[in-house]
């Protein structure tokens, strides 16, 4: 099951995040939320834990 892990404000900032954690070797997926800009940013709900921990140093950065 896929689990939302972020809200981005623009698709720009979306695809910069799916690309970092994607090169950290997670499954990632982004879909635009209905009605507005933002975008959800999905990984499998087994690499919470890890994607939570490389998403707060890509956040940082």
């Known amino acids: 099951m896929w689990t939302v892990i972020y809200i981005a404000p623009s698709a720009k900032i979306a695809e910069k ?5 994607t090169e950290e070797g997670f499954l990632v997926k ?3 939320i209905q009605h507005g800009k933002q975008y ?8 919470l834990d890890d994607v939570r921990e ?3 140093y890509i ?3």
Do not use: F, K, T
């Not at 995040?17 to 954690?21: C, E, G, M, S, T």
């Open 17 to 21: 995040i799916q690309d970092r954690l």
């Open 30 to 32: 982004v879909r635009p």
């Open 40 to 47: 959800e940013v999905l990984v499998p709900e087994s690499e």
């Open 54 to 56: 490389a998403l707060a």
């Open 59 to 61: 956040l940082q950065s």
